[in-house]
């Protein structure tokens, strides 16, 4: 009896225990929000540690300047288009998402990817899709099947380097061109690779599915992308005297095969080293080794500054507007 009178006389007891429960998961969020920009800046600068003296050499080249102009307009314009790549899935899988938020959560996760592993850009992905009302799916069928087009799309643009890299041999390389066009033509064989991607790596298959008619969308722009990114290596393949003509698909096609396969290299900031070791044996057809070294580091360096730039520039262009009636402005 006296145990029922105490079980009767505590209800307030449970009744505030779950109001002390998600503390803890709020700290952890607050955590998250600080450590994950800190970790993507330290990423950055130990993607640009030890490179600035070679950039300086190269700027500091009065005729240079245009082609590195160049080269960094090339690789913003490229990755303006990898967003159109992943803005174009997220408005077919997932509820209409104003146009400065879903800028803001591809730029966000985007510059995660300067953090070893490939779990901080889906985090960022996660939490900030989640505040604006994208279920979890939904912006993980996004994430996956932006990844799976633009290693597609990569591996089908890169063969083009191929004739002039590896000669003859290089027949085989047609082949990931010609499954990239049966995906085009037949889209949802996209979703029965994301479903064996997820299965793979022991997680549950997208249960949403885009239309035909976005995924093509997709493949068009990421094609574009790697085409448009292809430019910065050419413009500063060039710059250092390779001959122009044969130089083009040899960058446009080395630059798309290297970041895609170095992608995949999920254990290093933005495929690092991969990525290099993949270009230099590219541009070795068209410079002399030293002339390929340097190209190479460069277009680390462009890059990193262009994404950057582009990244930096959205953010602040995104910030949250403040309501003139919020308590912090009148204070």
């Given amino acids: 009896m006296s145990s029922m009178t105490l079980t009767a006389a505590a209800p307030p007891a449970p009744a505030e225990a779950p109001a002390e429960a998600p503390a803890p998961r709020g700290r952890l969020r607050r955590a998250l929000s600080v450590l994950f920009p800190v970790a993507v800046v330290t990423g950055i600068g130990f993607a640009l540690y030890d490179r600035a003296g070679e950039l300086a050499a190269l700027v500091l080249r009065p005729d240079s300047v245009p082609y590195l102009l160049a080269a960094l307009a090339a690789n913003a314009g490229a990755v303006l288009l990898s967003m159109a790549t992943w803005r174009t899935l997220l408005s077919d899988l997932g ?33 900030m899709g989640g505040a604006a009302g994208v279920p979890a799916p939904v912006v993980l069928a996004v994430f996956l099947l932006n990844l799976i087009v633009a290693v597609l799309t990569g591996l089908a643009v890169g063969p083009v380097a191929a004739p002039w890299t590896i000669g003859a041999a290089a027949w085989w390389l047609v082949l990931p061109g010609a499954v990239t066009l049966a995906f085009a033509v037949r889209p949802e064989l996209l979703h029965r690779l994301a479903a ?19 995924m093509r969308r997709a493949l068009a722009s990421a094609t574009g992308s790697w085409a448009i990114g292809g430019l910065h290596l050419w413009a500063l393949a060039v710059m250092l005297g390779a001959p122009p003509l044969t130089a083009l698909p040899v960058c446009v096609g ?60 959205a953010l602040l262009l995104t910030l949250p507007r403040r309501s003139p009636t919020d308590p912090k402005e009148r204070a």
């Fill in 196 to 214: 064996s991607a997820a299965r793979l790596a022991r997680r549950t298959a997208p249960a949403t599915r885009a239309s035909d008619r976005g």
């Fill in 95 to 127: 509820p209409r998402v104003p146009g400065r938020t879903a800028t803001r959560i591809y730029f966000t996760s985007y510059l995660g990817k300067y953090v070893p592993g490939a779990v901080w850009g889906v985090l960022a992905q996660l939490r």
């Fill in 254 to 313: 080395g630059f798309a095969l290297a970041t895609a396969a170095a992608s995949l290299v999920v254990v290093l900031p933005d495929g690092w080293g991969a990525r290099e070791a993949l270009l230099l044996l590219a541009l070795t057809a068209v410079l002399p080794w030293q002339e390929a070294t340097a190209v190479t580091v460069a277009s680390r360096v462009v890059c990193t500054l262009s994404e950057v730039l582009v990244g930096g520039a």
